[in-house]
């Protein structure tokens, strides 16, 4: 399955934005999703992640509160709407498919990766 993610840009702190990932295949709606980010010179970092049916979720202590994603199995999509950014959110964002029915904050429990969107936030 391939993932596209899209909805990055340039943000000023405080600002928000909303991340769509979309996937070529139905097969997805029976999976966990997540949403990773990677900042230059960092490791990649869990953001969130949401089971298959939408009804479980699980967020980075630094976003929550902050972030939501969502997903609307009809359209193979999931969001990660983000609020009150920070530059310290400034990564690559990627979204994945899990293995499992539900989210995991583990990357290798993810089969299917996304090329990731660009996020930048000014402070």
């Known amino acids: 399955v391939q993932l596209q993610a899209s909805g990055g840009g340039l943000v000023q702190t405080g600002g928000s934005l909303r991340l769509s990932c979309a996937a070529s295949?139905?097969?997805?709606?029976?999976?966990?999703m997540g949403w990773f980010r990677q900042a230059p010179g960092k490791e990649r970092e869990f953001v969130a992640a949401?089971?298959?049916?939408?009804?479980?979720?699980n967020y980075a202590d630094s976003v929550k509160d902050r972030f939501t994603i969502s997903r609307d199995r009809a359209k193979n999509t999931i969001f990660l709407q983000m609020n009150s950014l920070k530059p310290e959110d400034m990564a690559v964002y990627y979204c994945?498919?899990?293995?499992?029915?539900?989210?995991?904050?583990?990357?290798?429990?993810?089969?299917?990766w996304g090329r990731g969107t660009q996020v930048t936030v000014s402070s």
């Open positions: 994945a498919s899990s293995r499992y029915a539900v989210g995991s904050s583990h990357s290798r429990d993810y089969v299917s």
């Open positions: 295949s139905r097969t997805v709606s029976n999976n966990g």
């Open positions: 949401i089971s298959w049916n939408g009804g479980n979720k």
